[in-house]
């Protein structure tokens, strides 16, 4: 059964664990109040990490724990084993809060390389990793997915992000064909997917074994045209406006939430939301979103 969930980065948490965009206690109030029945854990030291506290928290609203991204370095052979240690940090508490279901959503740290991200949107093979750099790169994923499932046994997910050095489809699916199915997926996002080059249907039949983990994110057709026509970089096109309210962008979701279903996926779909000057508070979008969803079946 697909359940529908959101995140706190749809409260503008992003990077900013000293609380200065909200109490994570209204954070997931809203999110109750809004019609959602899970959430992602936010960044380390967001939301409480001692089990018991967080547990108690999210239990109090109906909540359940899903996944948590973590930030990585693959690239770089040398914080492989601490972003192994960090992967394995939040999936202990994953475990113990959430449960054997839960999944490590893995990605380089978005817009931390400034080629990728100043070209984000119209990535072309040039752009991409050498061989020896894909080698590092995957080696890195299929040890971190293997340290966290011999510590927690949970499963590890991959999110394909702009301004990350794995955005394009054909550079997802390099990565699967070299990382270990059985401990490492795919966290399929149709905003990042779609202004990435991708059609969202289409990659799904692609990587139909390897979606545990969906995100659902828009994406606004004329404000991907004007990014690519103006050069804007990936947070550019980001504060304008790229990723929408879900409904109000090119992404066909009947025809996502369809394709899924024919996959049998049942697993959770995260909305994520960027919430930008004139949507609003988070609050009212999220309610938005969910609104949406339920007018597609959701």
């Keep these: 059964m697909i359940r529908v969930a959101n995140a706190p980065c749809s409260w503008g948490v992003i990077e900013d664990v000293a ?8 954070v997931i109030d809203e999110m109750q109040q809004t019609g959602y029945i899970g959430t992602e854990l936010g960044d380390w030291g967001f939301m409480p990490t001692d089990p018991a506290q967080l547990t108690a928290e999210l239990g109090s609203r109906g909540l359940s724990l899903l996944a948590s991204w973590v930030s990585v370095r693959l690239h770089d052979a040398n914080q492989h084993e601490q972003s192994a240690a960090d992967a394995i940090r939040t999936a202990k508490l994953l475990a113990t809060v959430g449960g054997k279901e839960n999944f490590i959503v893995l990605g380089n740290d978005p817009y931390a390389d400034p080629i990728r991200t100043k070209y984000a949107g119209r990535i072309t093979p040039d752009l991409g990793m050498s061989d020896a750099q894909w080698e590092t790169f995957a080696k890195g994923a299929n040890l971190i997915a293997k340290r966290v499932m011999e510590a927690t046994g949970l499963r590890t997910v991959f999110h394909h992000h702009i301004g990350t050095l794995v955005e394009t489809p054909a ?41 545990w983990h969906v995100h659902f994110k828009d994406q606004e057709p004329n404000v991907a045209r004007q990014s690519r026509e103006q050069d804007w970089d990936g947070l550019t096109s980001v504060g304008h406006g790229v990723f929408c309210e879900l409904g109000k962008g090119s992404v066909d979701f009947p025809a996502v939430l369809a394709t ?26 999220a309610a938005r979103n969910r609104e949406y969803l339920r007018g597609i079946g959701l």
Excluded: C, N
């Excluded at 905003?191 to 979606?211: A, E, L, S």
């Excluded at 000057?277 to 609050?283: A, Y």
């Design 260 to 285: 899924l279903r024919e996959i049998g996926y049942d697993g959770w779909i995260v909305v994520e939301q960027d919430v930008l000057p004139g949507m609003g508070t988070p609050k009212e979008s």
């Design 171 to 211: 550079e997802t699916e390099r990565l699967m064909a070299m990382t270990d199915p059985a401990i490492l997926g795919l966290a399929f996002d149709t905003g990042h997917w779609t202004f990435g080059g991708g059609d969202p249907v289409t990659g799904i039949r692609q990587f139909k074994d390897r979606i």
């Design 19 to 26: 609380g200065d965009r909200g109490d994570y206690r209204r």
